[in-house]
């Protein structure tokens, strides 16, 4: 089955303790992207890659890091997480040419 | 800074009824453009994408799009409960996708 894979999907975690969220693609994409997703805002992008070792910044990037190393994975790492980084975080995967965007079941995130 | 624009409602029609949602967007080099629909707590769903000026029809859903007007709809016909939803419009550029704030519709038994 074609699908985009987030771990965890719900944390809890306390100010400046590093972590990392996973996301995993089975379609062989070669564009994916991360997104936080909070009330009255909508899905705002925060990194995105095109390919691996590709990658680039979204409209709010800060307080984030990303790595892709391979084709299918693409973490998001928050090194030193605050309180508002608290959200609902989606990883998404597309084909570069098509343009249809695929989402992960999505992460919620509470710093504390 | 490219927007994308949607009325957040919410928008209430009773089942049966056509609800129509309503996009702009400010970028126009923008080349396509969806529809995704989101229910509480989970990911958006792909319902329909449109790249060229018209109208689109898949099932009871139609997307219209005006490029002229920087315009993007998307019209459900025949409205069921199970249409109640956060709607989000989404328009490609050149290498990021910008999402919409989203419509929240209800739909009325």
């Known amino acids: 089955e074609a699908q985009v894979t987030q771990n965890p999907r719900y944390l809890i975690t306390v100010t400046g303790k590093k972590l990392t969220v996973t996301c995993s693609q089975n379609?062989?994409?070669?564009?994916m992207s991360w997104y936080r997703q909070d009330p009255g805002l909508g899905l705002r992008q925060i990194y995105y890659s095109m390919n691996v070792e590709v990658t680039d910044k979204g409209d709010v990037p800060e307080g984030y890091k990303v790595s892709r190393k391979e084709k299918r994975n693409f973490p998001l790492i928050l090194e030193s997480p605050s309180p508002n980084q608290t959200s609902l975080y989606f990883c998404?995967?597309?084909?570069?040419?098509?343009?249809?965007?695929?989402f992960g079941a999505g992460t919620r995130l509470s710093v504390l | 800074q490219k927007e994308v624009e949607q009325n957040s409602g919410p928008l209430s029609v009773p089942e049966g009824a056509i609800a129509s949602l309503n996009c702009t967007y400010s970028d126009r080099g923008s080349q396509s453009f969806f529809w995704y629909r989101q229910y509480s707590g989970k990911s958006p769903e792909l319902i329909m994408f449109?790249?060229?000026?018209g109208d689109k029809e898949d099932g009871r859903f139609t997307a219209q799009l005006n490029k002229a007007s920087q315009y993007v709809s998307l019209l459900i016909r025949d409205s069921q409960p199970s249409d109640s939803a956060t709607y989000l419009c989404a328009v490609n550029g050149n290498n990021d996708m910008r999402f919409g704030a989203g419509t929240r519709l209800t739909v009325k038994p």
């Open positions: 379609m062989n994409h070669e564009y």
């Open positions: 449109i790249y060229s000026n």
């Open positions: 998404a995967s597309r084909m570069t040419l098509l343009n249809i965007q695929y």
